[in-house]
Structure formats: structure tokens, C-alpha cells
T-cell receptor, first 113, second 115 residues
Framework: AQTVTQSQPEMSVQEAETVTLSCTYD???????LFWYKQPPSRQMILVIR??????QNATENRFSVNFQKAAKSFSLKISDSQLGDAAMYFC??????????FGEGTQLTVNP | KAGVTQTPRYLIKTRGQQVTLSCSPI?????VSWYQQTPGQGLQFLFE???????NKGNFPGRFSGRQFSNSRSEMNVSTLELGDSALYLC??????????????FGQGTRLTVV
């Protein structure tokens, strides 16, 4: 079974600085998708960024980028120029063909003004 | 376009009762997935419905069931409620469903409290 591990239950960052959230996963599949979701206090899960395993290039969405290391099964999220609105719970998630989303435990990100 | 709508937003039930939660997906989306979120277990997959058929199922007891209607709206039912069923229940809709590269859009969830 696939597992996703987020080893940082909590992280904090100063406004305008950069923070990196870590995620590792375990799978025997070669083709899969990885996601970072953000869950603010409203509880609605919002997709931040996605990465297809077959793509070597790291995904980027504005201030959000990932460092995808397929061999190491690592998928970290970098948030640049952090903003107060970035404060939320962040979940790393894995999905392969024919399976469901498997989420990590989450990292609570605090942004300090 | 309208997002994923879950009703009700909050619910309080007594142990032993049953409950039905509703999810209306984004128009045109045929897949609806349900997840349970608790502080102890995190986010766990319950099941997925696609075109009125259950296509995937998580490791939950038979007390948890669901269905999907021809308009893609889905309901989740929990019978004989237990205190441990208290959770945030999230619904996600997508065009193609689990295991594809189609993005899953989540609703705001239904907070169920069992007393």
C-alpha cells in the first residue's frame, strides 16, 4: 500500500520569506501523480500544485514550486515570498492509476507578520 | 461556475442514529469521492462513485454506504452511529475520477458530531 509521510507537523515562516515543506512517499508504481493541497480554517481543500511522476521538470505555480526527486521518493513544496494568506494546513497527496488520493498527516504553516 | 456543495454544513446526532450527507458536484463532473477527516486518523478515503456506480472503496465498515444519482449528486449514509464517527466529511468531484490526472475539487465539508 502506498504511504505518504510529512515529518513536520508544524512550520513557521516570516512574511516575505521562503519556507519548504517536506513530503516523502512509498510506492512500487512507476506512474503516479503527486499533489500539495492547502486547507485553510474554512476547511475547504484547495489544490496548490501537482506533479506527474513521468515529468522530470519540477512544477511551478507562481510563488509555489516543488522539488520532485523520484528516486528518493521525495516531493517538497517551496513557498516563496510568504504571505499571511498562506497560513493553513498543507497536505501532500499521492495518486496512482486506479487508486484513490492518499494523504500525508499534514503540516500546519504559520506566517508571522 | 458553482463549486462542490455539501449539505448540511454541521450536524449533531446521537449514538445509534443514522445520518445522510449530501454532495452536489460541479456541473459536468461524473466522479464523486468521499473522505473522512479526523485529528487522529487524518484524511481517509471512503469511496468513489462514477456514473452511479461505486468504483473504489476504502477500508470502512459496512455501516458506511453511499450512492450516486443520475444527476451525479451523491449521498453518504452512516448507520448506527458511533462516537468515533465524529469527523469532517469531505466530498470531492472530478471530471474523470480517481486515478486520472483530472483535478479533484473539494467541498467545504460536513462537520458531524456524534454525542
Amino acid at each position: 500500500a502506498q504511504t505518504v509521510t510529512q515529518s513536520q507537523p508544524e512550520m513557521s515562516v516570516q512574511e516575505a520569506e521562503t519556507v519548504t515543506l517536506s513530503c516523502t512517499y512509498d510506492t512500487s508504481e512507476s506512474d503516479y501523480y503527486l499533489f500539495w493541497y492547502k486547507q485553510p480554517p474554512s476547511r475547504q481543500m484547495i489544490l496548490v500544485i501537482r506533479q506527474e511522476a513521468y515529468k522530470q521538470q519540477n512544477a511551478t505555480e507562481n510563488r509555489f514550486s516543488v522539488n520532485f526527486q523520484k528516486a528518493a521518493k521525495s516531493f517538497s513544496l517551496k513557498i516563496s515570498d510568504s504571505q499571511l494568506g498562506d497560513a493553513a494546513m498543507y497536505f501532500c497527496a499521492y495518486q496512482s492509476s486506479g487508486s484513490r488520493l492518499t494523504f500525508g498527516e499534514g503540516t500546519q504553516l504559520t506566517v508571522n507578520p | 461556475k458553482a463549486g462542490v456543495t455539501q449539505t448540511p454544513r454541521y450536524l449533531i446526532k446521537t449514538r445509534g442514529q443514522q445520518v445522510t450527507l449530501s454532495c452536489s458536484p460541479i456541473s459536468g463532473h461524473r466522479s464523486v469521492s468521499w473522505y473522512q477527516q479526523t485529528p487522529g486518523q487524518g484524511l481517509q478515503f471512503l469511496f468513489e462513485y462514477f456514473s452511479e456506480t461505486q468504483r473504489n472503496k476504502g477500508n470502512f465498515p459496512g455501516r458506511f454506504s453511499g450512492r450516486q444519482f443520475s444527476n451525479s449528486r451523491s449521498e453518504m449514509n452512516v448507520s448506527t452511529l458511533e462516537l468515533g464517527d465524529s469527523a469532517l466529511y469531505l466530498c470531492a468531484s472530478s471530471l474523470l475520477g480517481v486515478g486520472t490526472d483530472a483535478e479533484a475539487f473539494f467541498g467545504q465539508g460536513t462537520r458531524l458530531t456524534v454525542v
